[in-house]
């Protein structure tokens, strides 16, 4: 695994465990096991570790809705999948990428694009009506989000159930 990789995860699972606030740039190196040159080689700094994070992890999530779909799962039904598997085991992270993303616009501009691609996607491969792709990918959002904002009626059984109710506005 290359630095900037080992970096990376050293990142994700900081923030898993101990939140935002375990995102200093000692904690990284340290978790890590690299110098901080290292860091600096591959980041000017932390806003560009958390954005590169941001890509890391979403290119990750994509990577096992894509190998679902390969094996044949409708796309929408993978892609909740892969969210009700993040929030359960990241939901720490989540709540990372969440603060980073309403602090940096190009953050913003870069996941609303990542949104709108699987909007196109549940449309283009599942035959989503418009309208209820929209609905669904808001919903999406809304649970992952709610689940780092809120304590009461969040969590893995709450968008699970928000999942399940879901899926009935797909097509058969």
């Not at 996941?111 to 449309?123: F, G, K, S, W």
């Amino acid at each position: 695994m290359s630095a900037k990789t080992n970096l990376l995860e050293a990142a994700a699972d900081l923030a898993r465990s101990d939140g935002v606030t375990a995102l200093g740039v000692e904690r990284v190196i340290h978790k890590a096991g690299v110098s901080k040159g290292a860091f600096f080689y591959h980041f000017a700094n932390k806003d560009e570790m958390v954005r590169a994070l941001l890509d890391h992890v979403s290119e990750g999530c994509m990577s096992r809705v894509n190998e679902a779909v390969a094996r044949g799962e409708r796309f929408t039904d993978a892609f909740v999948d892969m969210v009700i598997s993040e929030v359960r085991d990241s939901g720490a992270l989540i709540a990372v990428l969440v603060a980073s993303v309403s602090l940096d616009p190009t953050l913003r501009e870069t996941l609303t694009e990542r949104r709108q691609a699987v909007r196109r996607r549940m449309i283009e491969e599942d035959g989503v009506p418009s309208d209820r792709a929209t609905l669904l990918c808001l919903a999406i959002d809304g649970a992952m989000i709610g689940t780092v904002l809120y304590r009461e009626g969040s969590g893995i059984d709450q968008v699970k159930k928000i999942a399940a109710s879901l899926r009935h506005l797909l097509p058969e």
